[in-house]
């Protein structure tokens, strides 16, 4: 399983109730049926970190969507007559694949 694959299993597994909301200087999940009860995700001693944290997940979601995406466009192309090496699709200069941006890309999610 890949650093990204992990990542999109805990963020399920943290939102599979619901969205986060603040509530004061609380995270919390309320009830999915409606019936104003809530589950308490994080307290704060400073209602101005609510806000970051219960915005995290979406965040998170948006920025895994975001590196997939790039990593998408940058995928290997098979070896041609003209350029008998793998070369990356997303560059449009004929480099190497991995190309640089695979490579950064790659090297950042495992230090995770």
Known sequence: M????DMRERLA????LGEWEVRGKDVV???PNGFGAHRVVARVDHAE???PIANAPTDMGK???AVEGVLALHSPNDPTPS?????????TNGCSYPCPTVVAL???????
């Open 2 to 5: 890949s650093a990204l694959d």
């Open 13 to 16: 597994a943290a939102t599979e």
């Open 29 to 31: 999940i309320y009830d």
């Open 49 to 51: 970190y609510t806000a």
């Open 63 to 65: 920025l895994l969507a």
């Open 83 to 91: 350029q008998p090496w793998v070369t990356c699709s997303g560059c």
């Open 106 to 112: 790659t090297e950042a999610l495992e230090e995770l």
